[in-house]
């Protein structure tokens, strides 16, 4: 595929355009680049492929697995013990592989949720689900075995899958999903902030730079709107494709106040700080993004 040359335009306009005038703001984070829709969606249905090869991939390691447990493959230099591992262990890496990049395909080109909120929680969460398939059947057979393999080896071979199991399944969960919806009434409504930040470990955005969340924080990394290939990218997608699904409960607090219309936009946490509700001074003591 040839990469066109994009041509990207800062964008000074908006209704936020104020957040700027104060002071060309002395940002020390990192610029992330953004993407256009068409960049995004190519992007996903790429990691997507990649995701499903690896999950097939992981598939026929336990495949072998079970071979071995059968002993229908008989590998020489091992035994049969520490060759069930070591597919195990491949098995795993690859399932790890596939369910991080599935789930930075969900957040740069999200599922809907309206009308299929089932089938968006199954793709959302397709890691945990694949992991259960890249494991369960090996773990149910290797206890279900008798006389396939040695009392010891069963064991040990058994600890190991429900390891793996658990690893690949709380790696592959998207514990921030995000819906299609909400990625656009947050790009529709936040739209005009000139810039979004984020720590390197958050799950969240915030809107104001001096957000008492990142405030302390030496890792705030930032995006500008602007203008690529003639199409506006808001800073805030920029956030969202880079994992930072929510909005910041404090963020989201001042931005009422402002009168900013929040509706559908992916809260923190599904919360809000209320209005008066002063934030609890300590929070500043918090690990950045308080994650
Ligand atoms: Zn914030």
Redesign the pocket.
């Known amino acids: 595929m040839e990469e066109k040359k994009r041509t990207v335009t800062k964008v000074t306009s908006g209704k936020k355009a104020a957040a700027e005038t104060a002071e060309e703001v002395k940002t020390t984070g990192k610029k992330a680049e953004g993407l256009t829709k068409a960049e995004e969606k190519s992007k996903a249905i790429t990691l997507r492929i990649v995701s499903a090869i690896l999950w097939v991939l992981a598939i026929g390691c336990e495949v072998l697995a079970i071979l071995c447990l059968f002993k229908a493959l008989r590998l020489p230099g091992l035994s049969q013990m520490w060759w069930m591992i070591i597919f195990i262990v491949i098995d795993l890496a690859l399932c790890l592989v596939a369910g991080f990049l599935w789930k930075k395909a969900s957040h740069l080109d999200p599922f809907k949720k309206t009308n299929n909120k089932v089938g968006f929680v199954i793709l959302t969460q397709l890691g945990v689900i694949m992991a259960a398939i890249c494991f369960l059947p090996l773990i149910i057979l290797v206890l279900a075995s008798k006389d396939k393999i040695d009392k010891k080896s069963k064991i040990v071979v058994t600890i190991v899958a429900i390891v793996a199991l658990l690893i690949a399944g709380l790696l592959g969960a998207d514990f921030n999903p995000i819906s299609a919806e909400e990625k656009a009434a947050a790009e529709q409504q936040l739209g005009d902030f000139a810039k979004v ?1 984020w720590t390197r470990y958050g799950h ?5 730079e001096g ?4 405030r302390n924080s030496s890792d705030v990394s930032y995006s500008e709107g602007e203008e690529i290939d003639g199409e506006f990218v808001p800073a805030v997608r920029v956030a969202m494709d880079n994992g930072c699904t929510g ?5 989201a607090r ?1 931005a009422e106040k402002e009168g900013i219309n929040l509706d559908g936009v992916h809260l923190e946490d599904g919360t809000r700080v209320s209005g008066d509700e002063a934030p609890a001074e300590d929070l500043t003591l918090a690990p950045a993004d308080g994650e």
Do not use: G, R, S
Not at 211 to 214: L, N, S, W
Not at 247 to 251: D, I, N, Q, R, S
């Open positions: 930040y969240k955005y915030h809107l104001y957000c008492q969340a990142i909005l910041c409960a404090f963020c001042d």
